[in-house]
C-alpha cells in the first residue's frame, strides 16, 4: 500500500514537472521564434547602433623640395567613393546612379557587381579612388544610403614615376603616371 501511494505521488510530481517544463520550454520556443521572426528588423537596427567602423586618416605627408625650392614630390587631396551593400536601400538604384554620375564604364559595373556578390554584405567596395570634389558633392547632394566617402591623400612625383623611384614609395606603384595612393 505504501509502495502504491509512493508511486502515485512520484507519478503526479514527475507528470507535473514534466507539464511545467514542457511549457517553460514551449514559451522559450515561442520567444526566440517572435525575436527572429517579428522583431528582427528592431534587433538588428539595434545591433547596428552597437557597431563602430574604424576609420584611419592617414596625415599628409609633406613636400620634398629641391636645393632651389621647386617641388620636388607633394600630397594632393584625393577622395574615393565606396559602397557599402548591407546599408542600401536599393542597391541597384545606387550602381546606375553611381555609373551615371561618374561615367563608369560597363566593364568597371560589372566589376563593382562581381565584388559585391563575392564578399561580405558589410565590406566597403571600391567605386572610384580620385573623384574630383564637384562631382563629389552633386553625387552626396543625392543622400544615397550605402553611398560612403573617404578622403585621403595620393603623393605626387614632378619627376613621374622615375621620381618615386628616387624619392622612394610604399607598395606598388599601380598608376604609371604622376601619382601614388597611400
Same mark, same amino acid.
Given at each position: 500500500? @505504501?509502495d ?9 510530481r514527475?507528470a507535473l514537472f ?5 511549457v517553460l520550454?514551449?514559451?522559450l520556443?515561442?520567444?526566440?521564434l ?29 613636400k620634398?623640395?629641391?636645393r ?12 574615393? @567613393?565606396?559602397i557599402i551593400?548591407?546599408e542600401?536601400?536599393d542597391?541597384?538604384y545606387?550602381i546606375?546612379?553611381?555609373?551615371k554620375d ?6 568597371r ?10 564578399q561580405?554584405?558589410?565590406?566597403p ?6 573623384t ?6 552633386? @553625387? ?8 560612403h566617402?573617404e ?18 614609395y610604399v ?6 603616371c ?5
Amino acid at each position: 500500500m @505504501i509502495d502504491t501511494e509512493v508511486s502515485r505521488t512520484f507519478d503526479r510530481r514527475s507528470a507535473l514537472f514534466l507539464t511545467a517544463g514542457a511549457v517553460l520550454t514551449s514559451g522559450l520556443i515561442l520567444r526566440m521564434l517572435q525575436m527572429q521572426l517579428f522583431s528582427y528588423q528592431t534587433y538588428k537596427k539595434k545591433s547596428e547602433n552597437n557597431s563602430f567602423r574604424i576609420q584611419i586618416n592617414m596625415p599628409e605627408r609633406g613636400k620634398i623640395l629641391s636645393r632651389s625650392g621647386v617641388p620636388i614630390s607633394r600630397d594632393m587631396p584625393i577622395y574615393r @567613393i565606396y559602397i557599402i551593400p548591407e546599408e542600401a536601400k536599393d542597391l541597384e538604384y545606387l550602381i546606375q546612379t553611381l555609373q551615371k554620375d561618374l561615367n563608369l564604364k560597363p566593364k568597371r559595373v560589372e566589376s563593382i557587381r562581381k565584388k559585391i556578390k563575392k564578399q561580405m554584405k558589410f565590406q566597403p567596395v571600391l567605386v572610384s579612388e580620385n573623384t574630383n570634389w564637384k562631382k563629389l558633392a552633386q @553625387i552626396q547632394a543625392k543622400n544615397i544610403s550605402g553611398l560612403h566617402v573617404e578622403s585621403g591623400y595620393a603623393r605626387v612625383y614632378e619627376m613621374g614615376p622615375a621620381g618615386a623611384q628616387i624619392f622612394g614609395y610604399v607598395g606598388n606603384l599601380q598608376n604609371p603616371c604622376q601619382t601614388h595612393h597611400f
